[in-house]
Structures are given as C-alpha cells and as structure tokens.
C-alpha cells in the first residue's frame, strides 16, 4: 500500500492500453486455428455475436467495478462485495497466471521465428509443417525465448502502467495493422484465395456443433480479455471522467477487426498452399513462411521478420497486462513493492510455463499428458481447456451475476454515468441491464455446463443444431 496507484494520463491511454491487452496472439495466432478447426464462416458469425451481444456488456462491467473500485479483481469482489465473492476474484488472478503461462511460450514461438527468419535459414525450408513441430520440440531455443519474453514483460510492468504500457501501443499497433492489410491485399491475388474467402466468409451453418457455440464464445472473452479481472485491473487506473461505454465499445471493435484481418490475411494463404484449415496450433507458423519465402531472399526475411517482431509486440502489450494482474493484487492486498511482486511472480509464472513448452515434443508424457473426451491432449492444452476455454466463461458469467444480483445494476450505472451524462434512459443503459442481467447469466450460464461436458466428458449436447 506504500506506492500510490498508478493511473492513465487520459482517455486514449486508457483505450490503447486495453486495446494493448485485447489484441496479441488470441487474434492473430488462436483466432485463425479456431476458425481452421470449427468450420469456418459460421463461427466468425457466432464469434462477433457474442463479442458483440454478450462480452461488450460483460467489459463494461469489468471497467465499472474496476474505476469504482480502483483495486484489483480480489479487491474489487471484497470491496462491493463480501469476502465468499472475493473468491472469485481470486480465482481470476490465478487464471491470469495460468494463461500467462503457456501464452509467454507461445510468444517464445513467434520470438524465435523472427529471429530465425530476420537472421536464420527458416526461409529455406521445404516444408514448414514438419519445421514449426522440431521447432517447437527444442527445449534449447524456447527456453532462452520465452525467459526473454517474460524478463522484457517484467521490466514493463516494474516501470509502472503509464510509462511502460501506453506507449508502446500506440506506434507498434498500427504499424501492425499496416502490415497485416499488405499480406491481405498479398493473400487475395494468389491462385485458390478465393476458396480460402468462401470458407472464411459463407457460412454453411451445417458444420455447426456444441464445439462451435462454445469455442467462440470462450475465444470471444480470450480476445477480448474478459473473464479473468485484467479490465477490471486497468478500468482501476482510468480517470472518472472517461466514457466507459464508449471505451468498451472501441476496444471491441478494435479487437474484433484485428481477430478478422487476421483471418482474412490467413484462409487464402492456406488455401493456396493446400494446407489443412484444421492444423491446429501451429496454423499461422505453417502457412506464412512460405508466403515470405516466395517474396524473395532480400524481402522475405525483411517482410517476415517484421510481422513476426511486430507479432511479438502484440503479445507483449497482452502478456504485460497478464501479469499486471497479479502484480495488482499483491501491490493492493499486500506489503510488497512493485518490483517486488513483478520479479517473484515473473519467476513462478516461467516455471509453471516449464511443462507447456516441454509438452510440444520434447517431453513426450507432457506432450501426451491425459485423454479425455475422446481425445489426447498435451499438457498446454489442459490448461488451455481448464483456465482459459471453461475458466474465462466461467469468471465472466460469475461477474454478470456479481454485477446484476449483488453490487446491482443500478450501481453500475452510477458509476458509469460518470464521463457519460446521458447513459441514465438511454438504449446502451436498457441494452447494458438486459445482457448483464438475463442473456449473459442464461447463455453464458449454459455455454459453461456445455463446455464442461463436451470438453471432459466428451458429450456434445447441442450436436447438430
Ligand atoms: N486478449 C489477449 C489476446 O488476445 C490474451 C489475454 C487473455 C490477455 C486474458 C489478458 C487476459 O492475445
């Protein structure tokens, strides 16, 4: 409690900063492979649903209990709440732990190929299939990668929310987006782009299962950030006077339009390449060499090395607001210094990483960890399933609840009226009470128990709908 809070210089930091959080691998690297894996158009269709319709009410939910707040998740649930609630703001800073760290090896990943790229052979590869899976099984390089990942996320984070996480946003993000609409524009005049567009823009709502509805929901408050109390942790530093639906509503939009360039940038390229839509993890590691090394041995390394470093920078703005969480709470609830905190917490969270990197290959009873619902999954991939797919919908439902039946709705709107005069009678107020009240407790509710049992017990009850 030594330390006074930090908060952002103004309205813009605070969007970039969220937006920061928001848009990282989720968008550029989970999104496209969910896409590859659920059937394509007909999940982007019910993935901006539910971004749009359920976890933009869910945000602005979390921004309200941060800003009135100003605490971390555990603080916010115990100071609204009741010591029982602030369990559950408990369980979402361990869920931050636990999703920061497989996403620090997966940043690991996208460090290592710019760098082999920029000053590798990785270009002069036959076949980046069997490339992405040996290089995924080298303890050697992911270890060095992902400890330097962590380490720069660390010293983010020890320099505090304002300098260190703002500024970075604001140049590298849009130089991002330039470069991904370069590869669209690419993409498209390849031979068979236009199979890859069908795929990712006509719905055929037949190939439509359980496994859809919930993979775009649970990777709708991935990308967004929701569920686990980050917004919450950012909403505590911005001023009273900014506009919360609007920031919500920015930020959405934001993510939302990066998760689908993204897949715009990939489906031709997979297509024209003839690589499987459903090849998993490793979809955006596979299907973009290639693509580089056609661009020639001056432009490729040049090209390639910048998506995969900019890549990298997406990633740090999320991973730095991964471990901001946790570094909130034991700022707040504890003695511990900043730096104190960030470097104890940066250690453990390497470690608990340890199991998902070796279970790629190297280690081949992490990488064939347990089976359950019919399949064998890596030991990233349980705790993939566990924190992030049941864990994240699971939280965001428990803070609907929390906003609507305990702190109440109209609560939440006092707190949002400040910086937005006209919320009170309005269409985003009655919008805002609907969704935080009935349709996210019910659908969110009933995703959850869907997810559970499809996922663990391998029942797909919305089979065929
Ligand atoms: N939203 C981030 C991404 O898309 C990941 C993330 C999840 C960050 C949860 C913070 C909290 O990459």
Request: a neutral charge; charged letters at 10%.
């Amino acid at each position: 409690m030594s330390e006074p809070r930090g908060t952002f210089s103004n309205r813009l930091g605070f969007i970039a900063a969220a937006a920061g959080s928001a848009i990282g691998l989720g968008n550029i690297w989970k999104f496209p492979y969910e896409v590859g894996e659920n059937g394509g158009a007909a999940f982007l269709v019910i993935y901006l649903l539910f971004a749009f319709l359920i976890c933009m009410p869910i945000m602005v939910g979390e921004i309200s209990m941060g800003r009135n707040t100003r605490s971390n998740p555990y603080g916010a649930f115990k100071k609204l709440g009741n010591k029982n609630w602030a369990i559950v703001g408990f369980s979402g800073v361990l869920i931050g732990v636990f999703i920061l760290s497989f996403y620090n090896v997966v940043a690991g990943w996208a460090f290592g190929y710019f760098l082999q790229i920029s000053f590798g052979d990785l270009l002069q590869q036959s076949d980046y299939s069997a490339y992405f899976s040996n290089y995924v099984a080298n303890v050697g390089d992911n270890l060095i990668f992902s400890l330097a990942f962590m380490i720069l996320t660390a010293l983010i984070v020890i320099a505090g929310v304002k300098k260190g996480i703002e500024r970075w946003t604001k140049i590298l993000m849009p130089l991002l987006i330039a470069l991904i609409v370069g590869l669209i524009i690419y993409g498209i005049t390849l031979p068979n782009a236009s199979q890859g567009l069908e795929f990712y823009l006509v719905p055929d709502f037949s190939k439509v299962t359980a496994n859809t509805y919930y993979m775009a929901l649970s990777q709708a408050f991935f990308s967004l950030s929701l569920g686990m109390g980050a917004i919450i942790t950012y909403g505590s530093y911005i001023s009273k006077n900014d506009n919360i639906i609007t920031s919500a509503a920015l930020v959405t939009t934001a993510d939302a339009l990066i998760a689908f360039m993204a897949g715009l940038m990939i489906f031709p390229l997979v297509f024209f390449q003839g690589i499987e839509p459903a090849e998993g993890p490793g979809l955006v590691f596979v299907s973009l060499p290639a693509i580089f090394e056609a661009m020639g041995p001056t432009l490729g390394p040049v090209i390639g090395g910048s998506f995969f470093l900019l890549l990298c920078f997406a990633a740090l703005t999320s991973t730095v607001s991964l471990l901001e969480v946790p570094t909130a709470f034991l700022t707040d609830e504890t003695s511990w210094s900043r730096k104190k905190s960030v470097i104890g917490l940066a250690a453990v969270i390497f470690v608990l990483g340890l199991p998902s990197m070796l279970g790629q290959g190297a280690v081949s009873w992490l990488t064939e960890f347990v089976s359950y619902g019919g399949e064998t999954h890596s030991f990233m991939g349980v705790v993939i399933d566990v924190f992030s797919d049941v864990g994240l919908p699971l939280g965001g439902f428990l803070i609907s609840i929390f906003v609507a039946y305990k702190w109440k709705v109209q609560r939440a709107a006092d707190e949002i009226e400040k910086g937005n005069q006209k919320f009170r009678g309005s269409l985003s107020e009655k919008f805002f009470n609907i969704v935080i009240s009935y349709v996210s407790p019910v659908v969110v509710g009933l995703m959850v128990i869907v997810i559970f049992l499809n996922k663990f017990v391998g029942l797909d009850l919305l089979g065929g709908l």
